[in-house]
C-alpha cells in the first residue's frame, strides 16, 4: 500500500454562490451553487500516513496548526481513516502558492487537495465524484475544487448526502474568461464562512427571499455559460452576489465583509462598465474583490482595478485544471 501521496487541487470562485446549510455536520448545502476553477491559485498538499502512534500534524505553509484548527482537520481524517479501515495518524504537508494572509478563501483547494492525497495515501482510488463528496465535508467550496473549468454543485435531497456533489459543466479549454481578484489591505479579521452562514440562516429576514430565488439564479446561469455569453454570465453573478451580501447585511449581529475599498471597486467596475468595458464583479466571505472580464480586457482592467486606493495586488485567473497527484 502506498503510504504517502501529494495532490494539487485550485482555487474555485463562485458566481452563484453557496450560503446556508440543510445539514452542517456532512456540509449539506441549502442550495445548488456554480464556480469557475481558477489555474492561478493553487494548494499543494502532501500526506503520509504512519503506524509509529502520536498525532495528526498538519504544517500549514510551514507553520504547524494547533487547537480548533488541528482538531477541525482531525475530525474530517476521521472519515478517511474509516473509509480506509485504518487507525494511522497522518501527517501534512500543505502549502499555497497565493498570500494566505491575504484573506483569501483557501479552504477550498485545501480539502479537495487533501481529499485526494489522503485517499490516495491510504491505498484508496475514489470516483471523482466521490472525492467531491469527500472533499464537501471538510469545506462545502471544495466539493467544487475537485473539478477544472466551470463546475456545478448539486444541492441534492439526501440525508445522507450522497447526492450532493459537483460536476463540471464546461471544460477550462472550452471558455476563456479571466478572473482578476482585487487583494485589499487585512482589515479586521472576518467571521468565517461557517459562522456567517449560521447567523444568516437563523437571523436574516432577507434568507427567505434568497432560497426562494437562488434556483432561478443558478439554472439561468448554467445556460449562460453553456452559452458562453459573458455579459449575461457576469450579469447574473453579480446580481447573485449582491443578493447574498443584503441577506449577511440584515444578519444580527450584522455581517459586513465589505471594507471602503471594496465598495469603491465596485463602483469603478460599473463605471468601466458604463464606459464600454465588459467587466463584473462577485465577493465572497471576505472584503476582496474578483471581477470577470474577457481575456483581451485583462490587462487593461488590472490597472484599473490597481489605481484603487486600498488594492494592494491583483491576481489575475483562467480557467484551471481539476485535482491532479503529483
Ligand atoms: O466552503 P466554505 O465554507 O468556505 O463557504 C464558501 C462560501 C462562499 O465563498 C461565500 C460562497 C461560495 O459558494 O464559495
New binding site residues.
Given amino acids: 500500500m502506498t503510504r504517502r501521496a501529494t495532490a494539487r487541487a485550485h482555487a474555485n470562485i ?1 458566481l452563484v ?3 446556508g446549510k440543510r445539514q452542517s455536520d456532512l456540509n449539506l448545502p441549502a442550495n445548488g ?1 456554480l ?1 469557475l476553477t481558477l489555474d492561478a491559485m493553487h494548494t499543494t498538499t502532501a500526506v503520509e500516513w504512519t503506524t509509529s502512534g502520536g498525532i495528526d500534524e498538519v504544517a500549514l505553509n510551514g507553520s504547524r496548526l494547533e487547537g480548533r484548527e488541528l482538531a477541525k482537520i482531525g475530525a474530517w481524517l476521521d472519515r478517511v481513516r474509516q473509509l480506509a479501515g485504518i487507525q494511522d495518524r497522518a501527517r501534512i504537508e500543505t502549502v499555497n502558492n497565493f498570500p494566505t494572509a491575504a484573506g483569501l ?1 483557501s ?2 483547494s485545501a480539502y479537495a487537495a487533501l481529499a485526494l492525497a489522503a485517499t490516495a495515501a491510504a491505498g484508496l482510488d475514489l470516483s471523482p465524484r466521490d472525492l467531491s463528496i469527500l472533499a464537501r465535508q471538510g ?4 466539493a467544487r475544487s475537485i473539478f477544472g473549468g466551470f463546475v456545478e454543485w448539486q444541492r441534492g435531497d439526501r440525508p445522507d448526502g450522497q447526492d450532493s456533489f459537483a460536476e463540471p459543466i464546461l471544460a477550462p479549454e472550452d471558455w476563456d474568461v479571466r478572473m482578476l481578484v482585487a487583494v485589499l489591505e487585512p482589515g479586521p479579521k472576518p467571521i468565517s ?2 459562522d456567517g452562514m449560521t447567523v444568516t440562516t437563523e437571523t436574516s429576514p432577507m434568507y427567505g427571499a434568497w432560497l426562494a430565488t437562488v434556483e432561478a439564479d443558478l439554472a439561468a446561469m448554467r445556460e449562460a455559460v453553456l452559452a458562453r455569453d459573458l455579459d449575461r454570465v457576469g450579469a447574473i453573478a453579480e446580481a447573485n452576489c449582491l443578493k ?1 451580501h443584503a441577506t449577511m447585511i440584515t444578519s444580527s449581529p450584522m455581517i459586513l465583509y465589505w471594507q471602503p475599498a471594496t465598495v469603491a471597486l465596485m463602483h469603478r467596475v460599473v463605471t468601466l462598465r458604463h464606459a464600454g468595458l465588459g467587466a463584473y464583479f462577485t465577493m ?2 471576505g472584503p476582496n474583490v474578483k471581477v470577470l472580464c474577457a481575456p483581451g480586457d485583462a490587462e487593461r482592467l488590472k490597472g484599473e482595478l490597481l489605481a484603487v486606493p486600498g488594492v494592494q495586488e491583483v491576481l489575475m485567473g483562467k480557467p484551471g485544471p481539476g485535482v491532479v497527484l503529483l
Avoid: E, L, V
Avoid at 469545506?139 to 471544495?142: E, F, I, K, L, V
Fill in positions: 463562485a454562490k453557496y450560503w451553487s464556480s478563501a479552504s477550498a469545506s462545502g467550496s471544495a464562512s461557517r447574498m465572497d466571505a
